[in-house]
């Protein structure tokens, strides 16, 4: 064979739509599995195409553009969820199949559509009712939460109501993009937990321990894995109940169920659906360091339907810290680099994942995981780790 020919490809090609960090960090066990990875991405120079060599830039939404880069891939999979489940269809038509499918992957488009099927499960949510107008959230009552159903991420597109003056930005939003609004019930809840799991094409399943999130304005800030002080049955509940959701509605691929950790009227501990995603997830960002096989690489396993890898922990505790852009950042990547030498000189059992973004107040840019037998030292260390990369405590000169 001439040495200008290209190499034949000894493991099947994956498409992946979409150029965020969760793109970027399925290529490290792409690599370490031998299996090559094609990109879709938004813009030149994105997250994931900084990492990824074979890639090409276009629309999502596209039905050409997606044909041009799944050819010749056995499989697509994705950075997000918005790819229109037509357009799957289509592709799948075309001998390329999706996973997550696109009868799964609408549960976690349409906000709506998730809350029905919940319904039709009998999972545990909170009370929910699709509304229109300023007189069908009063009806709901007040105070309550309102969600556009489709589109919104961390924070984006939720709103808590108190009043019916609060309802107008809401109502105003849903009437101008044409997207259905949902109101839920305002849930005091005592924290936020995940419960996150990978399921391949053959029905095979992995639940990784169950963790408590903590979210400031709809953005995820840390996560500690597991859940401290959760009732093992009420993890081994959760659980039950992610892969039960996973099994019911076929997802492939990693799916993630957000949690509220409740109270019932006599006092016990129960847990309530909030939302669903299917892809890897930032409350499964722990697992790269501190499980025996990362969300990332389950994820490319299911896609590809091969045996899933452990879900165990490898160590007692397991942190996760985002570094969140502020309102004095200067979009400069270079700045959080300067954090290494303390950072790392500080914890040398630190592990820092940074995405080759921009800084912009309250963009996710990296994220630090930290492991060990003391959960207060751990988040003493993720908490330093992520304040130093940010320049909270002075490591960037001006």
Partial sequence: MSTSEPAPERAPRIAVIGGGQLARMMAQPAIAMGVPLRLLAEAEGV????????????????????RAVTAGCSVVTFDHEHVPTEHLRALAADGVIAHPGPEALVHAQDKIVMREAMARLEAPQPRWAVVESLADVEAFGLPCVLKVSRGGYDGKGVWVVRTSADAAEPLAAAERTGVRLLAEELVEFRRELSALVARAPSGQAAAYP???????????????????????????????????????????????????????????????????????????????DGAV?????????????????????????????????????????????????????????????????????????????VFGDDLEDCLERGRHAAAWFRGDLGNHSE
């Fill in 47 to 66: 997250s994931a195409a900084q990492v990824i060599p074979d890639q090409q830039v276009g629309d999502y939404r596209d039905l050409a553009t997606l």
């Fill in 210 to 288: 169950v963790v408590a999130t903590l979210q400031v304005d709809g953005v995820c800030r840390e996560v500690i894995a597991p859940a401290p002080d959760l009732d093992e049955s009420v993890a081994a509940g959760a659980q039950q109940l992610a892969l039960r959701i996973a099994g019911e509605l076929g997802v492939t691929g990693i799916l993630a169920v957000e949690l509220f950790e409740a109270t019932t009227p006599d006092g016990e501990t129960c847990v309530l659906i909030n939302e669903l995603a299917m892809r890897p997830h930032n409350t499964g960002h722990w697992t790269q």
């Fill in 293 to 369: 096989t990362s969300q990332f690489e389950n994820h490319l396993r299911a896609a590809l339907d091969l045996p899933l890898g452990s879900p165990a922990p490898r160590a007692r505790w397991s942190v996760m810290v985002n570094i969140l852009g502020g309102d004095d950042d200067l979009g400069e990547v270079a700045r959080l680099y300067d954090g290494y030498p303390h950072a790392l000189a500080r914890d040398p059992q630190l592990r820092v994942h940074l995405y080759g973004k921009d800084l912009r107040p309250g963009r996710k840019v990296g994220h630090v995981n």
